[in-house]
């Protein structure tokens, strides 16, 4: 695997291949002091324990890992430095036995510290709202912070869900889409298993729809959204 930065002539300007051995590269993205690109490795599939963060400076002379067990799929950095990961939780299955799986976040701070800001399993119980499998109930796919309003936006593949969560509380603001959906989408398609996303600068939500194999197609939705009335109108789609 590699990491390239491209210019607008699409031409490769800077490029890596990660030091660390084995796993999944889920994520890539430059920090916010414009010093350092930021690795996120998931672990196997065997093993999400060995997931580790690589930062790696833009001159490439130095580089720097941090062990992230469980760490999958994605991750954002606010400004002060701190990272914040999907992580999986493991917890008993009421119903069928074993354990079961869902996403928290977790920040991990410049100075070390990990905090659990907000975990799936206090925000929904899975046997109240009908779920019922895989291992990991939410599948976490994309994460992305606003640091203007201090909040959270999550993806959860496996229900269809993108969720909204109020940093400093972990309170749930809203939940769009799927099986925990709170909108009203009127007359427009709904989104099928999103995959990553943006919240624009006029509000609106860009959404990859991945779609169904029933659907047969993937698209970009562009989504209006009115947070009181809890409101959804499609405005766009490609």
């Known amino acids: 695997s590699m990491v390239v930065i491209l210019n607008a002539k699409g031409e490769i300007i800077w490029y890596y291949v990660p030091t660390v051995v084995g796993g999944n590269m889920m ?18 599939q065997g093993d ?15 580089v720097h890992t941090v062990a992230a067990p ?5 991750l954002a950095e606010l400004p002060d430095g701190t990272v914040a990961l999907i992580v999986v939780e493991e917890r008993p299955d009421p119903v069928n036995g074993g354990t079961w799986a869902a996403d928290t ?15 799936a399993w206090d925000a929904v119980d899975p046997v109240e709202a009908g ?10 796919n994309g994460l992305d912070y606003d640091a203007v309003n201090d909040v959270y936006y999550f993806s959860w593949k496996e229900v269809g869900t993108l969720v909204k969560i109020q940093r400093a509380t972990a309170e749930v603001d809203w939940m769009i889409d799927g099986k925990l959906n709170q909108f009203d989408f009127g007359d427009d398609p709904v989104v099928q298993l999103q ?10 939500l860009l959404i990859f729809d991945n779609g169904t194999q029933e659907r047969g197609y993937s698209r970009a939705v562009e989504l209006e959204l009115d947070e009181e009335a809890l409101t959804a109108n499609q405005v766009w789609e490609y």
């Open 48 to 62: 999400l324990s060995t997931g580790v963060l690589e930062w790696i400076s833009l001159d490439g002379g130095t």
């Open 70 to 74: 469980n760490f999958v799929h994605d």
């Open 195 to 204: 995959h990553q996303f943006e919240r624009l600068p006029d509000g609106n």
């Open 131 to 140: 779920i019922s499998g895989p291992h990991n109930w939410t599948h976490g």
């Open 105 to 119: 976040i977790v920040e991990f701070a410049p100075d070390g510290t990990q905090t659990t800001v907000f975990s």
């Open 27 to 44: 994520r890539a993205l430059v920090t916010h002091d414009r010093k350092s690109v930021l690795l996120g490795h998931a672990g196997t």
